[in-house]
């Protein structure tokens, strides 16, 4: 559930860094909830999360901070599946327990361990994929302000600029508290998440669907092309 990169080279003068990455002709996640009028149903928010959180459990396995999880940074494929893009912030720790202090990201994705300057770890990428699934369910921004100062004050405190529908089934509203739980230490990791409700059950729904597209990908791979027509006869 990580994007794939083909390739990768410096163009022009201004060395600007262009990538080759797969086609994803549904977009990406902000260019789904701009167009959306209601909010993305529960199932879909969970497939979500559950997809996002195996990036995260990959990459944070490895000591890599994504830490730039937004909506912008998931692509969609067309087979309902997503992918978490865009690392180029991303940092690799010298361990799975060592820590950044450098403070990069979107603002009003960052956890309270960065607005307060302090170091941080996987759990800030953990804190953002909260803020992801809180804007899946309400199409509003999880913190939101008219300034980065009155922003960096309401995510310390943990106010929110939205609160979740009220229909949200509880297990998953749980499932967000815990991502946006202020606590750092307290914060939940990605193969903690993967343990709980909804998400477990999710998982082996991802799989069969997994599954089942596997042989279909292969028995197109392996059809004979069609050959090209004869031209006629003069």
Known sequence: ??????????????????????????????????????????????AIGAQLCLALQYVHARGILHRDVKPANVLLADDGSCRLADFGV?????????????????PSFMAP???????????????????????????????????????????RRGTRASALPADTPAPLRRLIDSMLTHDASRRPDAADLLRLEPLRPMLSQLRRSASSRAPAAATAAAAPSTPAASPPAT
């Open 90 to 106: 991303s940092r690799r720790l010298a361990s799975t327990a060592a820590l950044a202090t450098t403070c990069v990201g979107t």
């Open 1 to 46: 559930h990580i994007c794939r990169v083909f390739d990768a080279w410096e163009d022009g003068a201004e060395r600007e860094l262009c990538l080759v990455l797969p086609y994803f002709a549904r977009g990406d996640l902000r260019q789904r909830l701009k167009s959306q009028v209601v909010a993305l149903p529960f199932e879909e928010v969970v």
């Open 113 to 155: 361990e960065l607005h307060a300057d302090q170091p941080y770890a996987s759990a800030a990428d953990v804190w953002a994929l909260g803020c992801v699934l809180h804007e899946c369910l309400t199409l509003k921004p999880a913190f939101a302000a008219p300034s980065a100062a009155a922003l960096g004050i309401l995510i």
